[in-house]
């Protein structure tokens, strides 16, 4: 099962090149969700103002060398790591569930594209099988245990909204991906099948519901945020200020009124404490 690529025994019913224009149709419709939602929620507009907003607030200016290290350490922290959860088993779920759609979205082109015939087509049919399972783990872990709603409101895990469209769906392909493979063949693999099909297509083609496009603005804003720190803008917000040093609480004197001239730490707040209380 894990090394026979699925798709070259489908190919005697169905022709690689329909196989292959689905592809391309999946790929039209999460580009065109992508500029829907952009459109839409006026995220590229205000990503844009907010860039201008922060240039004109800038305190220093960032050179391209600068800027070019920011996009590594973006790529190699938000992006391959996913350093921005801070909860350890959130972020390994995160990691599982990225890099298992990843490389189930890349061996199913390279298989279908490049080996669609072929019955043992090197490692793909290995890497397609490990994708599915990888992003299963990692995708059914957050929606059982991890989800916040789920973890810190007390809501059933089985509770369905339109935001859950695209772990849904995205656990849906997956699944039956397996199972038809598992059972290709026979007639209830071709119920797995149609389900496989239904639910890719469900995945891709409901972007503007979903937190699909998310994923393309994510290291765009994190490097924006990054920029920001560097050239002083601090994406227009306030500057910090120790409220220990005399020149601050000159310039705001409520502040030894009312916290003393060595305001104490004021302690972790509402992370204390895992969120728990439903």
């Not at 025994?9 to 829907?36: H, K, N, R």
């Not at 929606?143 to 859950?164: C, K, M, N, Q």
Request: aromatic fraction near 14%; glycine fraction near 6%.
């Amino acid at each position: 099962m894990f090394t026979t690529n699925p798709f070259s025994e489908l190919s005697q019913f169905i022709p690689p090149l329909a196989m292959q224009v689905y592809v391309i149709a999946m790929i039209v419709l999460v580009v065109l969700g992508t500029i829907l939602d952009m459109v839409h929620k006026g995220s590229a507009k205000y990503f844009f103002e907010n860039s201008k907003k922060q240039q004109k607030n800038a305190k220093r200016s960032v050179g391209a060398g600068k800027k070019a290290s920011l996009a590594v350490q973006t790529v190699l922290s938000e992006v391959l790591t996913s350093s921005e959860f801070k909860r350890t088993a959130r972020r390994i779920s995160h990691l599982f569930t990225m890099y298992g759609l990843t490389v189930f979205i890349v061996s199913t082109a390279v298989l279908i594209f490049a080996h669609p015939t072929e019955t043992h087509a090197g490692v793909w049919p290995l890497l397609w099988h490990l994708g599915a399972l990888s992003l299963c783990f990692g995708g059914y872990w957050f929606w059982l245990f991890i989800r916040v709603d789920v973890s810190a409101e007390g809501v059933p895990f089985y509770r369905f909204t339109r935001g859950d469209i695209f772990i849904v769906s995205m656990l849906a392909t997956c699944t039956f991906a397996l199972i038809w493979s598992a059972t290709e063949g026979s007639a209830i693999g071709w119920a797995f099948f149609a389900l496989f099909v239904a639910s890719s297509t469900t995945l891709f083609s409901t972007v503007l519901w979903s937190k699909f496009a998310h994923m393309f603005f994510k290291p765009a804003a994190a490097f924006q945020k990054k920029v920001t720190r560097a050239d002083g803008s601090k994406e227009n917000l306030p500057a910090d200020y120790d409220l220990t040093d005399p020149a601050v609480q000159a310039k705001f004197p409520d502040i030894p009124e009312y916290m003393g001239k060595n305001p104490p730490y004021m302690g972790k707040g509402i992370k204390r404490e895992a969120p728990r209380h439903y």
